[in-house]
């Protein structure tokens, strides 16, 4: 595990009437402060790489679908420096987790690989978007391989 990511369970309730689905609260871990929510859809075939917050931690739900979320450590000071994991968010089962980035861990993702529809994840930021604040990265800067893609960027 790359230091400072932490996973956390998500809870879901589910009776005849349907579902309510768990993401954050301020009075629970790892609930920093609010910055702003939205929503990134991944099309099949895309990969949305690679990008760092220099301030802004990252807390990743998906909302629809099946995504591969990869982590790169750069931080030079970290302990975990240069390292690469892998974390599967889903919007339902085992994988209905919410994975939270500190600042400076190299980010990206895709749709799981053989999916056709598009994937939704949620991002609950500590601070709103800033673009001066989001250092994006070359694909090829880190030795990882997406398998197959037509789009990336």
């Known amino acids: 595990m790359i230091e400072g990511v932490k996973i956390t369970n998500l809870k879901i309730i ?3 009437r ?3 689905r768990h ?10 402060k609010f910055g702003e929510v939205y929503f990134s859809q991944i099309y099949p075939n895309v990969v949305k790489a690679w990008h760092s917050h ?16 990869v982590l790169c450590d750069k931080r030079p000071e970290s302990t ?25 861990v ?6 799981r690989a053989g999916w056709a529809d598009p994937a ?10 800033d673009p001066a604040e989001i250092e994006r990265y070359p694909l090829e800067d880190v030795d ?7 789009i990336s960027g």
């Open 14 to 16: 589910d009776d005849e």
């Open 18 to 20: 349907g579902e309510i």
């Open 23 to 32: 993401f954050m609260r301020c009075d629970k871990p790892p609930f920093e």
């Open 54 to 69: 220099k301030i802004m931690t990252l807390n990743y739900v998906c909302v629809v679908g099946i995504v591969h979320v």
């Open 80 to 104: 975990t420096h240069g390292e690469v994991s892998v974390h599967v968010l889903a919007d339902h089962g085992e994988n209905h987790i919410m994975l939270t980035v500190p600042p400076g």
């Open 106 to 111: 190299w980010n990206g993702f895709r749709v």
């Open 120 to 129: 939704i994840i949620s991002n609950c930021a500590t601070h709103p978007h």
């Open 144 to 150: 990882y391989n997406w398998g197959p893609y037509r």
